[in-house]
Nanobody
C-alpha cells in the first residue's frame, strides 16, 4: 500500500490543523493505521493509532484530549485532527500502516509498521 500524507502547514499556538493520509490499493481495510512525528534532531515518536479492528484508538500522552485519529474506509483515508496546537507539536508528521496484530505497547513501536508516507511538516509558532 502507498501512503500520501498532506495537510501540514505553519500555524500559531492554539490553532487547529487536520492531516490526511490517502492510501492506494483496495486492501486499505486490512491495515491498522497510525501517525508518528519526528522533530528536528529527534527520533520518530508515536502520536496516535488504531487497533487492527479499528475499534480502539491509542494516543501518546502528550496529545491526548487534543488530537483525534479517524478513518474513512470508503475514501481510503485516515485523518489526524489536531486542536490546541503547541510549539512542541512542531515536527514532520508521518502516517503509517501495519498488517500485524500487536500488543498495546507494540502499537507505539515504529518497527511494527510496514508502510510509511512521505511526511508532512507541521510548524507551530508561539
Amino acid at each position: 500500500v502507498q501512503l500520501q500524507a498532506s495537510g501540514g502547514g505553519l500555524v500559531q499556538a492554539g490553532d487547529s490543523l487536520r492531516l490526511s493520509c490517502a492510501a492506494s490499493g483496495r486492501t486499505f481495510g486490512r491495515y491498522a493505521m497510525g501517525w508518528f512525528r519526528q522533530a528536528p534532531g529527534k527520533g520518530r515518536d508515536f502520536v496516535a493509532a488504531f487497533s487492527m479492528s479499528g475499534g480502539i484508538t491509542y494516543y501518546a500522552d502528550s496529545v491526548k484530549g487534543r488530537f483525534t485519529i479517524s478513518r474513512d474506509n470508503a475514501k481510503n483515508t485516515v485523518y489526524l485532527q489536531m486542536n490546541s496546537l503547541k510549539p512542541e507539536d512542531t515536527a514532520v508528521y508521518y502516517c503509517a500502516a501495519r498488517s500485524r496484530t500487536t500488543t498495546t505497547n507494540q502499537v507505539m513501536d515504529v518497527k511494527m509498521y510496514d508502510y510509511w508516507g512521505q511526511g508532512t511538516q507541521v510548524t507551530v509558532s508561539s
